[in-house]
């Protein structure tokens, strides 16, 4: 390459010389024929520029519109939670004064006895069903049967789901599971280290509820049913008069009665209610709060008696 740089640079030179002292309109056709031999490289340079900078354009486009989705995404999440929030401390509100509109007239000595009942939660893991197997063909227990080492039958020979706590952690049928602060389930039988549960679409779950309507000045508490399952994804409410007030968005919660909790236990929501002309009672469906596919840990609502209230003195 360097040999080849001296001897251009010399025609070079003489050229631009030669242009210098040489008349017009041969500089001009000179001129002409130089751009003319540029003009392609000259477009595909603009061309490639002006690429590069729609390129980055786009770019930089798609990334502020996936940024956008992803801030609009969170803040819909945000809002829905904030929501719920708002809606279970109003409930929790209504609750309170319900409570003290009738304690308020009971004798002192009743208002200050403690609870008769007290619930506390306990953190379960779902067995999956691989796991689930082994434990019920006893592929998992260091010892036979014959050193007294088995788990209770009823639970071995149920197809339901399996959690890892059963009568070690104080569990009894009925008590309730739990996703957050919304009922999933109940607990249906208890061995002695594990338990099985029902999902409130199974068929033979049933439960108390109350249905919560939104008013101009709240929530207010409407009727009282029964939440079955039926095998299918939306579950039915039964025991709701003709004569009581449902409507469809109404929210489902767990009837006090059922003492799980002071905080509200939500069911789902109504996405169906009719009414016939000779029916007695309204034919409701309610959509139960989803349930992930790959459930891994819940909440366990136990029961139990207060100890404080049997000892209490009266």
């Not at 039988?189 to 999902?199: A, D, M, N, P, Y």
């Not at 008013?215 to 409410?237: N, T, W």
């Not at 767990?254 to 002071?262: V, Y």
């Amino acid at each position: 390459m360097s040999s080849m740089s001296g001897p251009l640079t010399c025609v070079l030179v003489l050229v631009g010389v030669g242009l210098h002292f040489a008349p017009e309109n041969v500089v001009t056709r000179v001129r002409a024929v130089v751009a003319d031999s540029l003009r392609p490289g000259q477009l595909a340079a603009r061309e490639v520029t002006e690429f590069v900078r729609g390129n980055n354009s786009s770019m930089k486009s798609a990334k502020s519109d996936r940024a956008h989705r992803t801030e609009v995404d969170r803040l819909r999440d945000q809002l829905q939670e904030e929501q719920t929030r708002t809606a279970a401390l109003q409930i929790r509100l209504a609750q309170l004064a319900d409570h003290n509109s009738r304690t308020d007239s009971l004798p002192e000595t009743i208002r200050t006895l403690p609870p008769l009942v007290t619930s506390s939660l306990i953190d379960a893991a779902v067995l999956g069903d691989a796991v689930a197997e082994k434990w019920r063909k006893g592929k998992l227990l260091d010892r036979g049967q014959t050193s007294g080492v088995k788990e209770t039958e009823l639970v071995v020979k149920s197809n339901h789901a399996l959690v890892d706590v059963g009568r070690d952690g104080d569990l009894s049928p009925e008590d309730g599971v739990l996703l957050g602060r919304c009922v999933i389930g109940k607990v249906e039988r208890v061995g002695r280290w594990t338990s099985t549960f029902l999902l409130l679409t199974d068929s033979g779950y049933r439960g108390r509820a109350q249905l919560v309507h939104q008013a101009d000045s709240g929530y207010v508490f409407g009727a009282k049913g029964i939440l079955e399952g039926q095998g299918e994804p939306l579950c039915r409410l039964k025991g709701i008069a003709s004569s009581d007030s449902v409507t469809v968005g109404d929210a489902v919660y767990a009837a006090m009665r059922e003492g799980l909790s002071s905080t509200p236990l939500y069911y789902g929501r109504v996405v169906e209610a009719s009414l016939g002309p000779s029916d007695s009672e309204w034919k409701v469906l309610v959509e139960p709060v989803p349930v992930p596919s790959d459930l891994q840990s819940v909440q366990i609502m136990r029961t139990a008696v207060n100890n404080e209230r049997l000892t209490a003195e009266r």
